[in-house]
């Protein structure tokens, strides 16, 4: 089983380019999530969609957007990546039941200089 | 308002030795859930153990155990027998989203671990 797969799992961009993180599942998960990772700030919710067809923000949304494609994929786009954008993104699904764990991708390392 | 708290940034313990990590949490969900991941330095989420809001024990999954004070409103983890492998960074969560159905998870900033031999 892939689980949860993200791409591309390295980036470097230049300050105002745009790039789409892909992630998809094969869970048949009905939420997904973005989350960023910085040092001494833990993870922070980007955006999540709690169901096909559904989008909300999270702790983080400035800078970014989300296409819930279908019930496997759901995407990341910088429109123009920021230096403050640096950071590991992570994608993750889940059943939506309180009591149901959060399956990760591998993460993201993206730069932006 | 800071929903899931870790207040120690990081910590050494002996192997061999059991050693607790802290975790405090604020919701007004009556139904919740606790979660603890582990990070090692490869960088992927572990998922190590889950603690319900309406459990009466505390949730153990071999070596992992959850410290569940439900009037205290922390969620500790107890590691026993600490090994080298037990290395990484320790994240908290809260799933809340009963009333509103949105089941976001919530993350605490994490504390690191480091197991000296």
């Known amino acids: 089983n892939a689980g949860v797969t993200q791409t591309p799992k390295f980036q470097v961009l230049k300050t105002g380019q745009s790039m789409t993180l892909q992630c998809a599942q094969d869970?048949?998960?009905?939420?997904m999530y973005w989350y960023r990772q910085d040092p001494g700030m833990g993870l922070r919710l980007i955006y999540y969609?709690?169901?096909?067809?559904?989008?909300d923000k999270g702790e983080v949304p400035n800078g970014y957007n989300v296409s819930r494609l279908n019930k496997r994929e759901f995407s990341l786009r910088l429109e123009s990546a920021a230096p403050s954008q640096t950071s590991v993104y992570f994608c993750?699904?889940?059943?939506?039941?309180?009591?149901?764990?959060?399956?990760f991708g591998q993460g993201t390392r993206l730069t932006v200089v | 308002a800071q929903k899931i708290t870790q207040t120690q940034p990081g910590m050494f313990v002996q192997e061999k030795e059991a050693v607790t990590l802290d975790c405090t949490y604020d919701?007004?969900?009556?139904?919740?859930?606790l979660f603890w991941y582990k990070q090692p330095s490869s960088g992927e989420m572990i998922f190590l153990i889950y603690?319900?809001?309406?459990?009466?024990q505390n949730a153990t999954e071999g070596r992992y155990s959850l410290n569940f004070q439900k009037a205290r409103k922390s969620a500790n983890l107890v590691i026993s027998a600490s090994q080298l492998g037990d290395s990484a960074m320790y994240f908290c969560?809260?799933?809340?989203?009963?009333?509103?159905?949105?089941?976001?998870?919530?993350f605490g900033t994490g504390t690191r671990l480091k197991v000296l031999a």
């Open positions: 993750a699904s889940s059943a939506p039941t309180v009591n149901t764990e959060a399956f």
């Open positions: 869970m048949n998960h009905n939420s």
């Open positions: 969609s709690a169901s096909e067809g559904t989008t």
């Open positions: 919701t007004s969900d009556p139904s919740y859930g």
């Open positions: 603690q319900g809001s309406y459990d009466q």
């Open positions: 969560a809260m799933r809340e989203g009963y009333t509103s159905g949105t089941y976001k998870y919530i």
